[in-house]
């Protein structure tokens, strides 16, 4: 049959080719096919001929040595070590942590965390032995890694813990302005390679296929990492605030940076830490997310900024997700635990509370949970009942 193209508004439409000898003719038929979509569709043919063209070129047994390499990573991946492990300073600082008992009740999270809440305090509170409290976190542990830490360890906690994770807007920021290492090996490992791409740089993106590979390596390893773990896991600061003007402004601009330059609801991180919110609780960890409070300076400094919007935004958006998930927040000022006492006195930096305010913290937090235990506001979720999407 002759090819009959026909001209429809400048477009060249090939007809024929999408009819049968019984006349019928295919949608195809009528849907014009721009010269630019033919043009681009020759150069995805040609781009597809010269990658088959310097494949064929490549030696057998490294085309045989690649694919072997292929298989055993989706063994490993799929199978062996499907989901993110803990790095080894958050696994060496649990398993110490959880030696002697199954804590009932775990602070976990970030730098403002370890720093913020003193477990000997809260055990007084709340009339617990301190053993039963364990503060598992560290800098830059973000929700991923709080979920792979809980989940690989789990048989060491009580059945039900109650957990209180500390959320910040680093956790969300999926371009920090520095500190690269705030996006952690669990953080990339439970985002999509494309993900990946967007967060870090190439090479780390493309090192982080192998993280499956690197964490069964890890299992045979002879060399435990060296975690100095005192009262129970609190980081006391007891330095007092240098509120120079020149220091003032260094941490307003690098907490601006590190927090909110790219912290965004609908983002990468915050994907991720709603998915890990939802693991914890799967888990049947009892969430309760804490808004750790800082320094009024950097407050009003931040709220008087370009930034100003954005963390409205995302404390607006935290508490909306919480609501969603049924899961119980504490956000703090400091006029809520720590009124009578100036704030340059309490805090070691704009962000981090010193040994002193720590303590006056810790108590406030105590009392909250109490009151929440009081009232079954921290009850494990049933499995029928977990938040679906």
């Known amino acids: 049959m002759d090819r009959l193209p026909q001209s429809r508004a400048g477009v060249m439409v090939d007809e024929a080719r999408h009819k049968r000898a019984d006349g019928w003719a295919s949608p195809l ?21 010269r990658i088959c063209t310097r494949v064929a070129a490549i030696p057998a047994g490294a085309r045989y040595a690649a694919a072997i390499v292929l298989i055993v990573h989706l063994i490993v991946a799929t199978w062996i070590v499907p989901q ?100 952690n090996d669990e953080t990339l490992w439970s ?7 967007r967060l870090v740089s190439v090479r780390r993106a493309l090192n982080a296929t192998m993280l499956p590979e690197k964490a069964l ?49 609908e983002g990468i991180r915050w994907r991720i830490l709603e998915e890990s919110l939802r693991g914890l609780l799967a888990e ?12 009024p300076a950097l407050v009003d400094a931040i709220a008087k900024s370009a930034h100003g919007p954005v963390a409205d935004e995302y404390r607006s958006a935290l508490h909306v997700m919480a609501q969603r998930l049924d899961v119980p927040i504490l956000s703090y000022e400091l006029d809520d635990f720590a009124r009578a006492v100036h704030p340059d006195e309490i805090y070691a930096d704009y962000g981090h509370l010193n040994r002193a305010g720590a303590e006056l913290l810790s108590r406030r937090l105590a009392a909250d949970l109490r009151r ?18």
């Open 84 to 183: 993110p492990q803990p790095g080894r300073i958050l696994a060496a600082k649990v398993e110490a942590l959880t030696t002697d008992a199954r804590p009932e009740l775990i602070i976990a999270g970030d730098s403002r965390a370890a720093c913020h809440v003193v477990p000997a305090v809260l055990a007084d509170e709340l009339g617990m032995p301190v053993d039963a409290i364990a503060n598992i976190a560290r800098p830059v542990c973000g929700p991923a890694a709080v979920l792979a830490g809980f989940r690989a360890y789990r048989a060491r906690f009580a059945d039900h813990p109650i957990l209180v994770l500390s959320a910040a807007p680093w956790c969300v920021n999926d371009r920090p302005a520095y500190l690269t290492q705030a996006i």
């Open 284 to 295: 049947g960890a009892r969430v309760v997310l804490l808004d750790p409070p800082s320094h």
């Open 191 to 197: 985002a999509s390679l494309l993900e990946r791409f």
């Open 217 to 265: 390596l890890g299992r045979f390893s002879d060399r435990p990492a060296r975690v100095q773990v005192a009262e129970r896991g609190y980081y006391p600061l007891d330095a007092k605030l240098d509120s120079r003007a020149e220091t003032h402004l260094e941490q307003v601009k690098r907490t601006e940076d590190f927090w909110y330059v790219g912290a965004k609801p």
């Open 29 to 49: 038929a009528r849907a014009p096919v721009a010269p630019g979509v033919r043009a681009l569709q020759a150069r995805r043919r040609t781009l597809l001929r």
């Open 372 to 389: 929440m235990m009081a009232q079954h506001a921290v009850t494990p979720p049933a499995p029928d009942d977990l938040p679906t999407r």
